[in-house]
């Protein structure tokens, strides 16, 4: 809601910062994750370690914590935040793999693609996982 209003409390964040730091993974779930790092990465709001936990949790979790709104929410949040990070869009990518086609709708899949193009990360070659 502070980043829908334009208003960022610097105060605010850093303790919402560390509040989510403590979480622990557990307790955690892709789209709680996801919708934390989006609000970060929509106020501009830097936090390295914040965003390694947050990428630390995600990897821990199973696909199936997934759907397609969070690989794209958590994608994107971290491709505005500018953290380039290799093993988690690895992980989101082995994740889009396995996703039932029925769960994915045009806004899904474009919403995916555009994470996986602002991350700027190198593509690798998609292969399906082993059955």
Known sequence: AL???DHVDQSAFSRMSALAKELPTSQADAQCLSLIANSLAKADYKDPPLFAHL???AQSLP???????SIAL???AF???GVHD???FGVLCDH???QDDSSFDEQSIANIVNAFAR???PLRTLSPPPA
Do not use: D
Not at 63 to 69: D, I
């Open 86 to 88: 290799t093993a988690l």
């Open 96 to 98: 889009v793999l396995v």
């Open 74 to 76: 958590l994608g994107n």
């Open 3 to 5: 980043v829908r209003l």
């Open 119 to 121: 991350s700027l990360l």
């Open 55 to 57: 990428s630390a949790t």
């Open 79 to 81: 491709a505005k935040a």
């Open 63 to 69: 696909a199936s914590s997934f759907n397609p709104q």
